[in-house]
């Protein structure tokens, strides 16, 4: 199945995390990380060169020591395209295609390597720990696999062609590797569990399950690319008039119960938004552009269902509703945030204005221009 990225919908990753389907998905590195990896493999890349250019011959197995050189220099070639490619934005295939080339590299240089015991079989080691530990329990499991097929390959092919014989030492130094392989595997596990755990508790609101302020403002990041300025985005703000009253009255644990069942409401209700709470009784959600017919009615199921619930719950609660566009009112969460509030304050004195009356949100809603 192909990539499958929700600027909109990802709720639970933003940024940070993209998801192939489900919740399957990798770890998308920063630049510095890139760099990090890349320079690693052009180190490691420097050290076979200078190992196996020092050697006087190597068994040849497959290649002569010219040809591994050669192989060498074409796995620098491949590995400069990769990094470019990778500083350019990070996909599964670029990720695979550079894990695929660190393998077969590797599995070159074991074989040819003239020890009984092949000191660059421990790069194997590290192109498992500085792929897999970087991307996510799948990628790791992937290049897990490919190691240990690597491992298995190049030593059947030493013993059967190259004229090496199995030793104690070769015995414990696989026993060795796989132990450290697989340890590996399984604290990566542990660690990938904790870096969700706190990922989440980094971008979410515990009360409600909504995204937190800096939740949203790294949704919004996403959202308002800097490569298009002009991405059409509705934002909509909420604000409970009379939680302060609730909370006076009824205690905190009410007012909690009444926050969560309200990010309920609003987030149902938005229609496929990236919802938060941006503090205390306000709420945000940024949506794909919606014209006037299409917030309104969404404003009223929100009203709607929040009276319903004031009702049969005899909590006097009633809600603010504000509104802006992007390009047109800002290109940032902020600026829009500011001209939603205004139009939310433009609500709240209509609603005191007007007592129980409905609420005519044509005076308040805005046509997004349409280009």
Same mark, same amino acid.
């Given at each position: 199945?192909?990539?499958?990225?929700?600027?909109?919908?990802?709720?639970? #990753?933003?940024?940070?995390?993209?998801?192939?389907?489900?919740?399957?998905?990798?770890?998308?590195?920063?630049?510095?990380?890139?760099?990090?990896?890349?320079?690693?493999?052009?180190?490691?890349?420097?050290?076979?060169?200078?190992?196996?250019?020092?050697?006087?011959?190597?068994?040849?197995?497959?290649?002569?020591?010219? #040809?591994?050189?050669?192989?060498?220099?074409?796995?620098?070639?491949?590995?400069?395209?990769?990094?470019?490619?990778?500083?350019?934005?990070?996909?599964?295939? @670029?990720?695979?295609?550079?894990?695929?080339?660190?393998?077969?590299?590797?599995?070159?240089?074991?074989? &040819?390597?003239?020890?009984?015991?092949?000191?660059?079989?421990?790069?194997?080691?590290?192109?498992?720990?500085?792929?897999?530990?970087?991307?996510?329990?799948?990628?790791?499991?992937? =290049?897990?696999?490919?190691?240990?097929?690597?491992?298995?390959?190049?030593?059947?092919?030493?013993?059967?062609?190259?004229?090496?014989?199995?030793?104690?030492?070769?015995?414990?130094?696989?026993?060795?590797?796989?132990?450290?392989?697989?340890?590996?595997?399984?604290?990566?596990?542990?660690?990938?569990?904790?870096?969700?755990?706190?990922?989440?508790?980094?971008?979410?609101?515990?009360?409600?399950?909504?995204?937190?302020?800096?939740?949203?403002?790294?949704?919004?990041?996403?959202?308002?690319?800097?490569?298009?300025?002009?991405?059409? =985005?509705? =934002?909509?703000?909420?604000?409970?008039?009379?939680?302060?009253?609730?909370?006076?009255?009824?205690? &905190?644990?009410?007012?909690?119960?009444?926050?969560?069942?309200?990010?309920?409401?609003?987030?149902?209700?938005?229609?496929?938004? =990236?919802?938060?709470?941006?503090?205390?009784?306000?709420?945000?959600?940024?949506?794909?552009?919606?014209?006037?017919?299409?917030?309104?009615?969404?404003?009223?199921?929100?009203?709607?269902?929040?009276?319903?619930?004031? #009702?049969?719950?005899?909590?006097?609660?009633?809600?603010?509703?504000?509104?802006? &566009?992007?390009?047109?009112?800002?290109?940032?969460?902020?600026?829009?945030?500011?001209?939603?509030?205004? &139009?939310?304050?433009?609500? @709240?004195?209509?609603?005191?204005?007007?007592?129980?009356?409905?609420?005519?949100?044509?005076?308040?809603?805005?046509?997004? @221009?349409?280009?």
């Amino acid at each position: 199945m192909g990539m499958q990225h929700s600027d909109w919908g990802d709720r639970r #990753h933003p940024c940070r995390w993209e998801a192939e389907s489900g919740d399957s998905g990798f770890w998308v590195p920063d630049r510095s990380e890139i760099v990090t990896q890349f320079f690693t493999r052009y180190l490691f890349f420097a050290l076979a060169l200078i190992y196996f250019s020092t050697l006087d011959a190597v068994p040849p197995v497959l290649f002569s020591i010219e #040809h591994l050189l050669i192989a060498l220099g074409v796995y620098f070639v491949f590995n400069t395209g990769f990094f470019l490619q990778a500083l350019r934005g990070v996909t599964l295939l @670029k990720i695979r295609s550079a894990m695929s080339a660190d393998l077969i590299i590797v599995t070159l240089c074991v074989i &040819h390597d003239p020890n009984p015991i092949p000191p660059s079989a421990l790069a194997f080691l590290m192109v498992l720990l500085g792929n897999g530990m970087r991307y996510g329990m799948r990628l790791f499991a992937e =290049v897990l696999g490919g190691a240990f097929l690597g491992m298995a390959l190049s030593f059947a092919l030493r013993y059967r062609l190259g004229g090496f014989e199995i030793s104690a030492g070769d015995v414990f130094f696989g026993v060795f590797w796989i132990t450290l392989a697989l340890y590996a595997y399984i604290l990566m596990g542990r660690i990938e569990g904790q870096r969700f755990q706190l990922d989440y508790r980094s971008r979410f609101d515990t009360l409600t399950g909504l995204l937190n302020r800096h939740g949203l403002m790294a949704a919004a990041d996403n959202v308002f690319d800097r490569s298009n300025p002009d991405v059409p =985005v509705t =934002v909509l703000f909420a604000d409970l008039n009379q939680f302060k009253a609730v909370n006076d009255r009824y205690g &905190h644990n009410v007012g909690d119960r009444v926050l969560a069942e309200f990010a309920q409401i609003f987030s149902e209700s938005a229609e496929m938004g =990236v919802c938060g709470r941006w503090g205390g009784d306000e709420f945000v959600a940024l949506l794909p552009q919606r014209n006037a017919a299409e917030i309104a009615r969404i404003f009223e199921r929100i009203e709607t269902r929040t009276e319903a619930w004031s #009702h049969s719950n005899g909590m006097p609660m009633a809600v603010s509703l504000g509104v802006s &566009h992007a390009p047109r009112d800002g290109h940032d969460l902020e600026t829009l945030l500011s001209v939603a509030d205004i &139009h939310l304050y433009q609500s @709240k004195s209509q609603q005191s204005e007007t007592a129980c009356e409905p609420m005519d949100y044509g005076t308040l809603i805005d046509e997004p @221009k349409t280009t």
